[in-house]
Nanobody
């Protein structure tokens, strides 16, 4: 089993930045696709950014493209989400997810491992 632990969430003013981290432990997941999802109150969980297992393809949702950056440090078994120019509608619980099949998909049900989530709140 793969354990994922997110950190780095918090309260930030609109226009500010945050960096989320997702530390993986347990079974090796070097061939996993890694992704960040978010879920705002009353909304479905949505894929924000994703990396194929070999970083050959990176996905960003239209709402975050150009503002968010996903990256991976394999030595630290950690995935990051750098979030810049944050907006009020970025407020959500952000989840790290890993998929044993090594390519990303927007379907949350296709991911095998999930973190507990970290709250990001953007204030005006």
């Amino acid at each position: 089993q793969v354990q994922l632990v997110e950190s780095g969430g918090g309260l930030v003013e609109a226009g500010g930045s945050l960096r989320l981290s997702c530390a993986a432990s347990g079974r090796t997941c070097s061939s996993c696709a890694m992704a960040w999802f978010r879920q705002a109150p009353g909304k479905q969980r949505e894929l924000v950014a994703g990396l194929n297992w070999d970083d050959s393809d990176i996905y960003y949702s239209a709402s975050v493209r150009g503002r968010f950056t996903i990256s991976r440090d394999n030595l630290k078994n950690t995935v990051y989400l750098q979030m810049n120019s944050l907006r009020l509608d970025d407020t959500a619980v952000y989840y790290c997810a890993a998929r044993d099949a090594g390519w990303t998909t927007t379907r949350s049900a296709s991911y095998n491992h999930w973190g507990q989530g970290t709250q990001v709140t953007v204030s005006s």
